[in-house]
């Protein structure tokens, strides 16, 4: 309970603490006008209430990420316990916070264009690609996953294709009409239920006295079965990427800074969100030791019920919160997939439609935009489920890698202090590198197969690389340029 709670401290006090120093250092101004206030369109520009826009972020970054990554990442220790709190804190939260306050004072521009102003249009070219392919890949996931489950749980007749067809058509819809309608209407309700759902097993936890067999005796060592086929670095900090820092979250940030009324709500909600999320992956890992007994029983469990972590969220629902519990669960494992593929190809077209500069103010133009991600979507379901997922799993930390690498440059150019993101962004440049270099190529995980020293080994040399570049090019900046 003890390694528990201290994490859990380190996430509120990093909000109030650590927060309020990267506001101060981006030195946020509430008395100048957003996005959503310049040229209100009815369409992606529409101003809302800060807690309705607190809790559509929170629901497009979260949605089962924090659940079942944390579920699976614990697997490796208590070690986890710490990277989502102090990963959360100097990593993702930051990464959400600058990469929203860069698009909030650069018209709400998508992250593919916030990538070219720091690092170039070469760079923005691929950016842009890959990004929009990553979306488009979280789409695909989430269509089909969702599908199989509806089709389990209704009649036979309303089959996966069935299902598959109404998500997809949700999709659109989302995609197409103003923000403040689906989402603006549905996503509120659903991430409050998602915070309730948490806020229960958390109660839980504290008060039932359940018992939660950290077991910090043996140190931060790796507690999988197969800790040199899964080796603490890289492998915890790719597993557990929406707990504490995700790539994916600077596609959504853009999209909902069209749409706050002030910088001074920025803090509260895109570093609160991320931390509101660290909070859920904590509560989840802590959940599914408890409810397993050990590290090693939760990957038992797993393997147990088809190797994924639907099983566990349900029995820990059921058997913790009762019949209010089991219709969390299917929230959890239903609700929350969807609402992250229907932002996923809302954030699509609007990069498309910022890259190549296109009106979104009538719906054909919207609809024109928006087929071909239609279709590039329906290409990627018929891949296996296993491929796509391994595939994301890299190219969404490796999108934090773009993230935070921009954000650096931006904040040298102001004259900031950018260390804030200097540091996460070396970090998880040696945690990319040595991912792709060391995954066994053919097992779940894609790569090279290099042994894990030598590839942390590269990994080091190319962050130093990097390190070498900007220092190179910071000395050529002028003196005293800001905002």
Request: hydrophobic letters at 55%; one cysteine or more; aromatic letters at 12%.
């Amino acid at each position: 309970m003890g390694l528990f709670l201290f994490a859990l401290g380190v996430l509120v006090a990093g909000y109030f603490v650590y927060g309020a120093l990267v506001e101060r250092v981006f030195s946020v101004d509430g008395g100048r006008v957003t996005p959503a206030g310049a040229h209100p369109d009815g369409v992606d520009y529409i101003p809302l209430p800060t807690w309705k826009v607190f809790l559509i972020q929170f629901l497009n970054i979260a949605g089962i990420g924090p659940i079942f990554g944390a579920i699976m990442g614990v697997m490796y220790g208590p070690a986890a316990f710490l990277w989502i709190a102090l990963g959360t804190i100097f990593g993702g939260a930051v990464h959400d916070f600058i990469s929203a306050m860069v698009s909030l004072r650069n018209d709400g521009r998508s992250l593919p264009q916030i990538v070219g102003m720091e690092l170039g249009r070469r760079v923005q070219g691929a950016m842009g690609v890959f990004t929009v392919f990553l979306l488009i890949m979280v789409v695909a996931v989430f269509v089909t996953t969702p599908a199989g489950l509806l089709a389990s749980l209704t009649p036979e007749h309303l089959s996966v294709k069935f299902w598959t067809v109404v998500i997809f058509g949700y999709y659109v819809l989302a995609t197409l009409l103003p923000v403040d309608k689906l989402i603006g209407r549905l996503y509120p309700v659903f991430g409050l239920a998602l915070l309730v759902m948490g806020g229960g097993i958390l109660g839980y936890l504290l008060f039932s006295g359940v018992e939660i067999p950290a077991d910090i005796s043996g140190g931060l060592t790796n507690r999988r079965p197969d800790p040199d086929g899964s080796p603490l670095f890289p492998m915890m900090f790719v597993s557990i990427a929406c707990g504490a820092i995700s790539g994916f979250h600077a596609t959504q940030s853009p999209m909902m800074a069209r749409c706050l009324k002030s910088e001074r709500m920025a803090r509260r909600v895109f570093y609160g969100a991320m931390v509101a999320e660290g909070v859920v992956a904590l509560v989840w890992a802590a959940a599914a030791i408890a409810f397993c007994g050990s590290y090693a029983a939760v990957g038992e469990y797993v393997q147990s019920h088809g190797g994924g972590a639907g099983a566990l969220v349900n029995a820990i629902c059921n058997n913790w919160l009762g019949v209010a519990g089991g219709l969390f669960a299917i929230l959890g494992v239903i609700a929350a997939p969807i609402t992250t593929g229907d932002t996923a190809m809302r954030s699509a077209r609007l990069i498309i439609a910022d890259t190549f500069s296109i009106s979104q103010s009538g719906v054909l133009r919207r609809l024109l935009v928006t087929l071909p991600i239609i279709v590039l979507s329906f290409v990627l379901m018929q891949i296996d489920f296993g491929i796509l997922w391994r595939y994301f799993a890299w190219s969404n930390q490796t999108l934090s890698v773009f993230t935070l690498w921009a954000v650096t440059v931006y904040l040298a150019r102001q004259g900031r202090f950018f260390y804030i993101t200097l540091l996460p962004a070396l970090f998880m440049t040696m945690v990319c590198v040595s991912y792709i270099l060391f995954a066994p190529s053919g097992e779940p995980r894609p790569g090279a197969g290099l042994p894990v020293d030598v590839a942390v080994a590269v990994s080091g040399v190319v962050a130093m690389v990097f390190l070498a570049l900007f220092v190179r090019w910071r000395r050529g900046l002028p003196v005293g340029v800001t905002d």
